[in-house]
């Protein structure tokens, strides 16, 4: 009953003044898109990350006239360093087979493997850390290690450099996430504070009244609070739309940036949409409700 | 029931309400005279706590209401009805509106509402003005709609500042008479006024005020000045 109320009379007040209502509810779609798209991003990029440190690992490759004796040396080194998770000795031939596999569809290169041009690959040891940071201590460690003259190559530098870029990335998007999330929350704190304190003018002789003839806070409170989280509410409708609408045309670029073929921007935001929604949910109704309570305490007596 | 105690009320440098006690018994009508400015509506604003006393006490059914904190605040104020000197009806809403409103705040139901807002119009005789709204009632009817609210939480005490304030003598009457009632079925009357007649045709206890202080307070008293 005095929940209906409250809704009733939140509404007409919404309606009232109309324009600043709109404003108040537009800078507050701003906000949480932005916020959203932001969140998105970066959950994404960490995801990425994610699955490229999975994929991070050392490849040391052996020359070939080293022994089994020295190979199983190395390996038992390599595998009593600190941190490391997994050794894998790749012979000559399943280095082969991967290379054919690999190369399936360039039969050129098939038909040169078929008449025996493939000797040459070496074998290699593949390790991966528990912490993809530790394999650059023991790439070192390798170089520095008595079996470094079986060795080739330790193949680590490329894809540190790789993940280092996504990983720097990540801390751009987080930064400028907070940056402009914080800004427009500060905009639409400051819009929805003044919408309710117009209300609360408006209504300044009804409220007084009210007060007069035995009206508890809560009662006179209510309808004003409820108005800032109807900004809150409203706005989060728009804004998944909004979401939805630039997710979809966002995502192929935004997936080709990310440049990983096992992750699709727009699959990632649907499967966390429930998630999202959510959230902003969540946020826009606080934050909504938040600015009618300072409005309130400011300008009610 | 109602004891004001060395109570003063200053705003600013100017004393509108100067060291004045008194004391109201369960169903007394109390008539409060004096002239323009004399502290009639303030005494009734500390009464009805819209303002703190800067001195002294005022303990209404033994409670001291200068110390009600504003979670106590409502529930005092549905207790007491009050015509206010300038209404204080809402504009956009109908005259049923205006009284319903005042049980609504209290978490009246709907139906009890709905039962009793007819029934009060009825006795304040503005049965058929339901739909009104207060722009379209004579100022003697805007009056009786602030009385209907006044009196609709049924409240132990009723206090009307200046109720016959713009009012021609027959309307006034009007008022009177129901006021009379009202104090019969055992509500206190506080009645502000400076209605010289009105407080000799009554023959009831006159509180006099002048320049904030108590200059007397009779019995069956006479307005002097
Ligand atoms: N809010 C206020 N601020 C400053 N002075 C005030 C305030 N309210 C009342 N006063 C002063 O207090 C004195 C008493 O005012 P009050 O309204 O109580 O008089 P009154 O007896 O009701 O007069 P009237 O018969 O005209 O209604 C006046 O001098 C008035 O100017
Ligand atoms: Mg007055």
Same mark, same amino acid.
């Given at each position: 009953?005095?929940?209906?109320?409250?809704?009733?009379?939140?509404?007409?007040?919404?309606?009232?003044? !109309?324009?600043?209502?709109?404003?108040?509810?537009?800078?507050?779609?701003?906000?949480?898109?932005?916020?959203?798209?932001?969140?998105?991003?970066?959950?994404?990029?960490?995801?990425?990350?994610?699955?490229?440190?999975?994929?991070?690992?050392?490849?040391?490759?052996?020359?070939?006239?080293?022994?089994?004796?020295?190979?199983? /040396?190395?390996?038992?080194? @390599? /595998?009593?360093?600190?941190?490391?998770?997994?050794?894998?000795?790749?012979?000559?031939?399943?280095?082969?087979?991967?290379?054919?596999?690999?190369?399936?569809?360039?039969?050129?290169?098939?038909?040169?493997?078929?008449?025996?041009?493939?000797?040459?690959?070496?074998?290699?040891?593949?390790?991966?850390?528990?912490?993809?940071?530790?394999?650059?201590?023991?790439?070192?460690?390798?170089?520095?290690?008595?079996?470094?003259?079986?060795?080739?190559?330790?193949?680590?530098?490329?894809?540190?450099?790789?993940?280092?870029?996504?990983?720097?990335?990540?801390?751009?998007?987080? !930064?400028?996430?907070?940056?402009?999330?914080?800004?427009?929350?500060?905009?639409?704190?400051?819009?929805?504070?003044?919408?309710?304190?117009?209300?609360?003018?408006?209504?300044?002789?009804?409220?007084?009244?009210?007060?007069?003839? /035995?009206?508890?806070?809560? &009662?006179?409170?209510?309808?004003?609070?409820?108005?800032?989280?109807? &900004? /809150?509410?409203?706005?989060?409708?728009?804004?998944?739309?909004?979401?939805?609408?630039?997710?979809?045309?966002?995502?192929?670029?935004?997936?080709?940036?990310?440049?990983?073929?096992?992750?699709?921007?727009?699959?990632?935001?649907?499967?966390?949409?429930?998630?999202?929604?959510?959230?902003?949910?969540?946020?826009?109704?606080?934050?909504?409700?938040?600015?009618?309570?300072?409005? @309130?305490?400011?300008?009610?007596? | 029931?109602?004891?004001?105690?060395?109570?003063?009320?200053?705003?600013? %440098?100017?004393?509108?309400?100067?060291?004045?006690?008194?004391?109201?018994?369960?169903?007394?009508?109390?008539?409060?005279?004096?002239?323009?400015?004399?502290?009639?509506?303030?005494?009734?604003?500390?009464?009805?706590?819209?303002?703190?006393? %800067?001195?002294?006490?005022?303990?209404?059914?033994?409670?001291?209401?200068?110390?009600?904190?504003?979670?106590?605040?409502?529930?005092?104020?549905?207790?007491?009805?009050?015509?206010?000197? #300038?209404?204080?009806?809402?504009?956009?809403?109908?005259?049923?509106?205006?009284?319903?409103?005042?049980?609504?705040?209290? #978490?009246?139901?709907?139906?009890?509402?709905?039962?009793?807002?007819?029934?009060?119009?009825?006795?304040?005789?503005?049965? #058929?003005?339901?739909?009104?709204?207060?722009?379209?009632?004579?100022?003697?009817?805007?009056?009786?709609?602030?009385?209907?609210?006044?009196?609709?939480?049924?409240?132990?005490?009723?206090?009307?500042?200046?109720?016959?304030?713009?009012?021609?003598?027959?309307?006034?009457?009007?008022?009177?008479?129901?006021?009379?009632?009202?104090?019969?079925?055992? %509500?206190?009357?506080?009645?502000? %006024?400076?209605?010289?007649?009105?407080? #000799?045709?009554?023959?009831?206890?006159?509180?006099?005020?002048?320049?904030?202080?108590?200059?007397?307070?009779?019995?069956?008293?006479?307005?002097?000045?």
């Amino acid at each position: 009953m005095a929940i209906i109320r409250g809704l009733k009379i939140g509404l007409v007040d919404f309606w009232r003044n !109309r324009w600043l209502s709109l404003a108040a509810t537009f800078m507050m779609t701003l906000t949480i898109v932005t916020m959203a798209m932001f969140t998105l991003l970066s959950l994404s990029v960490n995801q990425t990350t994610k699955i490229l440190q999975e994929k991070i690992d050392i490849a040391v490759f052996i020359k070939d006239e080293a022994t089994d004796i020295q190979i199983q /040396g190395l390996q038992n080194e @390599i /595998g009593a360093m600190p941190d490391v998770k997994e050794v894998r000795f790749t012979s000559k031939e399943e280095a082969l087979a991967q290379f054919r596999e690999a190369s399936k569809p360039r039969p050129v290169i098939i038909r040169l493997l078929d008449l025996g041009h493939g000797g040459s690959i070496p074998r290699s040891i593949v390790i991966k850390a528990n912490d993809p940071s530790s394999l650059e201590s023991i790439a070192s460690a390798i170089n520095q290690s008595q079996y470094n003259v079986i060795v080739t190559k330790v193949s680590y530098e490329e894809s540190k450099s790789s993940i280092d870029r996504y990983i720097s990335m990540t801390h751009f998007v987080e !930064r400028a996430g907070w940056v402009l999330s914080g800004l427009f929350i500060l905009i639409a704190v400051l819009v929805i504070y003044n919408t309710i304190r117009l209300t609360i003018f408006m209504r300044k002789t009804e409220i007084e009244i009210m007060q007069l003839v /035995g009206a508890t806070g809560w &009662y006179i409170k209510f309808p004003l609070i409820f108005e800032g989280v109807l &900004y /809150g509410l409203i706005a989060a409708v728009l804004s998944t739309v909004l979401l939805f609408i630039g997710v979809k045309s966002a995502s192929p670029f935004i997936t080709k940036y990310i440049d990983s073929n096992s992750f699709d921007f727009s699959h990632f935001f649907i499967a966390n949409l429930s998630k999202i929604i959510g959230i902003e949910l969540l946020v826009s109704v606080l934050v909504g409700g938040f600015c009618s309570y300072l409005a @309130i305490k400011k300008h009610l007596k | 029931m109602i004891e004001f105690i060395h109570v003063s009320k200053k705003y600013g %440098t100017h004393s509108a309400i100067n060291d004045v006690s008194f004391f109201i018994d369960r169903g007394e009508f109390v008539t409060l005279v004096g002239p323009s400015g004399s502290g009639k509506s303030t005494l009734i604003k500390l009464l009805i706590a819209e303002e703190k006393p %800067t001195g002294g006490q005022i303990v209404v059914a033994g409670r001291d209401i200068t110390t009600l904190s504003s979670r106590e605040l409502p529930f005092y104020r549905r207790k007491i009805g009050v015509v206010f000197q #300038d209404y204080k009806l809402l504009p956009h809403k109908t005259v049923a509106e205006n009284v319903a409103f005042a049980l609504e705040v209290s #978490d009246t139901s709907g139906p009890e509402v709905l039962a009793k807002v007819p029934e009060i119009l009825e006795m304040v005789g503005l049965k #058929d003005k339901g739909k009104s709204m207060p722009d379209e009632l004579s100022g003697g009817e805007q009056q009786r709609v602030s009385i209907a609210r006044a009196l609709v939480h049924q409240p132990k005490l009723l206090i009307a500042d200046e109720p016959s304030g713009n009012l021609d003598p027959i309307n006034t009457w009007e008022i009177i008479e129901l006021l009379f009632k009202i104090n019969k079925s055992g %509500t206190i009357v506080l009645l502000a %006024t400076h209605d010289k007649e009105v407080v #000799d045709a009554l023959k009831k206890r006159v509180i006099t005020l002048r320049d904030g202080k108590i200059v007397a307070d009779q019995v069956k008293g006479k307005y002097v000045l």
